[in-house]
């Protein structure tokens, strides 16, 4: 049962790094750079950095191609260390090893309305479980690839996926992952996996 989004956490708050997902193939959209797809006559990823970025004290954006047009948003980039496009996964490993802090936020490129709040309730979930990882739900969906996660879990990360691993609800579940429930406002989790998403947007 998801974990309703505890207050603000009164232990003091850790340094945490926030990684932007960007280094999918973009298959559903044809192939297209997702996270450089406009809406509103933006980035979808200069939106999704405008609201993550104040939430972390550092933010790198995990991409493996198109180097040259994210580097304008000014945040260092970091390329997947596991090759092969291996997902969302492969993003937070690179952030993992990447990170100098002890818990890394993550987000995809595709969530312009992503919660201001996500990172204070996710980081209040995890110290009140005392877990190593906490992703968010709503609506009784998880949203796994928005989540928190401790550095310590880089080697069990990377175990999973040199063995072929892939499925980011499998291995937050493998790791008992805490889930944090943001069902006040579920239209934060919208994205856009295909270009007549964002034409109609």
């Not at 850790?14 to 973009?26: D, F």
């Not at 190593?132 to 990377?158: K, Q, W, Y």
């Amino acid at each position: 049962m998801p974990l309703a989004k505890p207050a603000v956490s009164c232990l003091p708050k850790p340094s945490i790094t926030g990684v932007i997902l960007a280094g999918g193939l973009g298959r559903r959209m044809g192939g297209v750079d997702k996270g450089l797809q406009l809406l509103d006559g933006r980035p979808l990823i200069r939106h999704v950095a405008e609201r993550l970025a104040p939430q972390v004290d550092h933010l790198l954006i995990n991409a493996n191609r198109s180097h040259e047009q994210y580097a304008t948003l000014g945040y260092p980039l970091i390329n997947d260390v596991i090759s092969g496009f291996a997902g969302p996964l492969a993003g937070l490993h690179a952030a993992l090893a990447a990170a100098e802090t002890t818990l890394v936020a993550t987000a995809p490129c595709d969530s312009p309305y992503l919660p201001l709040d996500l990172v204070d309730g996710l980081l209040a979930g995890l110290q009140a479980k005392g877990a190593d990882l906490a992703i968010a739900s709503a609506g009784g969906r998880i949203h796994p690839v928005f989540c928190l996660c401790r550095a310590t879990l880089r080697d069990e990360l990377e175990h999973y996926l040199q063995s072929g691993g892939r499925k980011v609800a499998m291995w937050c579940a493998e790791m008992g992952a805490v889930e944090v429930d943001f069902s006040n406002q579920p239209e934060a989790f919208s994205n856009f996996n295909t270009l007549a998403d964002l034409k109609n947007s």
